[in-house]
T-cell receptor, first 110, second 116 residues
Framework: QKEVEQNSGPLSVPEGAIASLNCTYS??????FFWYRQYSGKSPELIMF????GDKEDGRFTAQLNKASQYVSLLIRDSQPSDSATYLC??????????FGKGTRLHILP | NAGVTQTPKFQVLKTGQSMTLQCAQD?????MYWYRQDPGMGLRLIYY???????DKGEVPNGYNVSRLNKREFSLRLESAAPSQTSVYFC?????FGTGLAYGYTFGSGTRLTVV
């Protein structure tokens, strides 16, 4: 059974600080990794994707991938109250199916 | 540019009733998906269609059927609704399937279904 694991939270971070979200996956052959943001009552929105080991930066967001350790992380710098949401980690395996984690609730404290 | 459009947005059914959830995308994507999202369970794949003319079961297909009507449209049918099918249903589409790379999904706004 392929799994994607995330801490459900809530993760509380002061405004302006760095929020760090983590995700582990079981399928060592996984090829593509995604972070989605989901506001309450809304649909998931893709914010980052990464294929290769290392870091990928996009504005205040940085995705980090370590295939040897089978983990993916998302860093949010200068956290804003509008970043308060549930963040879903998703992994595409060799069978091309995407498996989602259950999400981490992030709360940015004003 | 509408992206992925789902109808209806809300629905209440009685146990045993049937209904079809509609999904259409205007991004010329080949692949389309149906997920359900339940508290504490995350997003679970019901059915997917890698390309027009093909459909395959996902993680939780029991009680559902799908039809890929054309490249744009992918419908989900509940033949005899049960309270366990109360959930939020999301349709999604993506541009790439089968190449090992992925561009992620674009999700519709969801259908909130209650079965009483």
């Amino acid at each position: 059974q392929k799994e994607v694991e995330q801490n459900s939270g809530p993760l509380s971070v002061p405004e302006g600080a760095i929020a760090s979200l983590n995700c582990t996956y079981s399928d060592r052959g996984s090829q593509s990794f995604f972070w989605y943001r989901q506001y309450s009552g809304k649909s998931p929105e893709l914010i980052m994707f990464i294929y290769s080991n290392g870091d990928k930066e996009d504005g205040r967001f940085t995705a980090q991938l370590n295939k040897a350790s089978q983990y993916v992380s998302l860093l949010i710098r200068d956290s804003q109250p509008s970043d308060s949401a549930t963040y879903l980690c998703a992994v595409r395996g060799r069978d091309d199916k995407i498996i989602f984690g259950k999400g981490t609730r992030l709360h940015i404290l004003p | 540019n509408a992206g992925v459009t789902q109808t209806p947005k809300f629905q209440v059914l009685k146990t045993g009733q049937s209904m079809t959830l509609q999904c259409a995308q205007d991004m010329n994507h080949n692949s389309m998906y149906w997920y359900r999202q339940d508290p504490g369970m995350g997003l679970r794949l019901i059915y997917y269609s890698a390309s027009e003319g093909t459909t395959d079961k996902g993680e939780v297909p029991n009680g559902y059927n799908v039809s890929r009507l054309n490249k744009r449209e992918f419908s989900l049918r509940l033949e005899s609704a049960a309270p366990s099918q109360t959930s939020v249903y999301f349709c999604a589409s993506s541009d790439v399937f089968g190449t090992g790379l992925a561009y992620g999904y674009t999700f519709g706004s969801g259908t909130r279904l209650t079965v009483v």
